[in-house]
């Protein structure tokens, strides 16, 4: 006897189908969210030895480091316009391929400015894709899990960001201090080369075909990532863009925009004041300033790396039953908490190394949860479709201007004053909270469509 399937159960199959297909996407484009994380972080554990290599001071060092944080700003801040001109895919392309050359380039260097030019490079990448990935992730996915989908391209930064942690280690033991550098960063061509494998079979955003008036593809893309209704969504796509082509001035920096512009600028800011990337960097220095070891610093900075990736695991599953603001509410209280905890501890004449490394791991886990993984899935969100480029671009540039700045000052200010600078960023978390209470609007469960040109849900 055979057995008839039920529309019911014919439908089940079809959303499953749905849903695998997107996913399989979103996770082919996060890959560039793992070159972010795993080329932000790798220059972490070479630190000391491109200082010893090149003769490096404290404020070259940090120029160093934050070389690839000038990269970002203006990769960031030019990738907008083209990814609203010649498509999500396209730039995800050159990224792949600004990421392959970057890797062998700093791995081969034979002087500081070659390492520099490299190191920008990279960055140059990095601000691509934290421009171009969340948006395309955003315009493939359906409103209901678009947070969690979003939010795995934050998944694969810190999944990047503890290889980055785990090669280092690896690599220190199995090589001498003056070539194991050159292994640190040339290992990042490897998932580059993945990354640019896998772009060339990904599809093109259906939101952007639409919008650029190719309905035939933007049906195809749609049918092949799944979607159960092309031609319904089309339609809504097709109206959300008339109904903005009806305001004939564009222009972000407009009064129509100003409050979504704010929120972004806002957010990103937020992001890095919460020295983040001052940790990320940084860390095992600064696990050396709390009296650890070498190979001690360099595990416990693997710790780092795995808790950020467990709590941005937690917020794949919190994003879209919570929402964006409680996230953020709960993180910024417990990020104040623990970075104080760190100040206090390191201006004590003998600090508890153990406190410290809890202190930390405390503000790893509630800066994962909260604004690790709410911050690309809001500015992604904020802004309606024909500004998203733009305004995905501001949040991403304001976020790697900031991010350029304290990378480079933080070894000179922690010299100067010590525990204070955590002090200092747990300050700003509380001014984070204060602003998330008061100002910032919830964007969960709202069809992109839906977002109306003030930045509020509609």
């Known amino acids: 006897m055979h057995s008839i399937a039920t529309p019911g159960g014919r439908q089940d199959v079809d959303d499953a189908r749905a849903t ?3 996913v399989l996407s979103a996770a082919g484009a996060a890959l560039g969210g793992l070159l972010f994380g795993f080329d932000t972080a790798v220059i972490s554990g070479a630190t000391q030895a491109l200082q010893e290599r090149f003769a490096l001071t404290d404020a070259s060092l940090g120029f160093t480091v934050a070389s690839a944080l000038i990269g970002t700003v203006i990769g960031s801040l030019v990738t907008g316009a083209p990814a609203d001109r010649y498509g ?7 990224v792949a391929i600004a990421y392959v050359v970057s890797s062998f380039g700093t791995a081969l260097a034979q002087s500081w400015p070659m390492l520099i030019a490299f190191r920008f490079l990279g960055g140059l990448a990095i601000g691509a894709a934290s421009v171009v990935t969340p948006i395309y992730i955003a315009e493939v996915s359906p409103a209901r899990f678009r947070g969690r989908l979003v939010a795995m391209n934050q998944l694969n930064i810190v999944l990047g960001i503890l290889i980055a942690f785990l090669s280092n280690y690896v690599i220190a033991q199995a090589f001498p201090p003056e070539v194991a550098w050159r292994w640190m960063f040339g290992i990042v061509a490897l998932p580059s080369a993945l990354f640019l ?7 093109e955003s259906p939101r952007w075909l639409a919008i650029h008036n ?3 593809k933007a049906v195809a893309a749609m049918t092949r990532l799944g979607f159960l209704s092309p031609e ?19 222009r972000l920096f407009q009064s129509a925009h ?4 704010a929120c972004a600028i ?8 919460s020295g983040i990337n001052a940790l990320l960097y940084y860390a095992p220095r600064i696990f050396e300033l709390a009296g650890a070891g070498a190979d001690s610093a360099l595990l416990q900075s693997i710790a780092v790396g795995g808790t950020n990736l467990l709590f941005t695991v937690a917020a794949l599953f919190f994003i879209d039953r919570f929402g964006r603001r409680p996230l953020l509410i709960v993180g910024s209280v417990v990020c104040a908490a623990a970075l104080l905890l760190v100040g206090w501890q390191l201006e004590r004449a003998a600090p508890d190394g153990t406190l410290i490394l809890g202190g930390l791991l405390a503000f790893i886990a509630a800066f994962a949860i909260s604004q690790g993984a709410v911050i690309w899935v809001f500015i992604s969100e904020v802004f309606p479709s024909a500004v998203r480029g733009k305004g995905q671009a501001l949040g991403s540039t304001t976020h790697w201007v900031a991010a350029a700045a304290i990378t480079w000052l933080f070894p000179i200010v922690a010299s100067a004053v010590g525990g204070w600078v955590f002090a200092f960023f747990g300050a700003m978390m509380l001014v984070q909270l204060v602003w998330t209470v008061r100002v910032m609007p919830e964007t969960n469960g709202v069809a992109l469509e839906d977002m109306d040109l003030g930045g509020r849900a509609a």
């Open 88 to 94: 999500r895919k396209a730039i995800m392309l050159s």
């Open 258 to 261: 100003r409050f979504p512009v």
């Open 232 to 250: 319904a969504e089309l339609v809504k796509i097709e109206a959300a863009e008339r109904r903005d082509a009806g305001r004939s001035d564009t």
């Open 197 to 203: 494998a896998v772009t060339f079979f990904l599809p």
């Open 214 to 216: 190719d309905r035939a």
């Open 266 to 273: 806002a957010i990103a800011l937020f992001n890095q004041l």
């Open 20 to 22: 695998i297909a997107i």
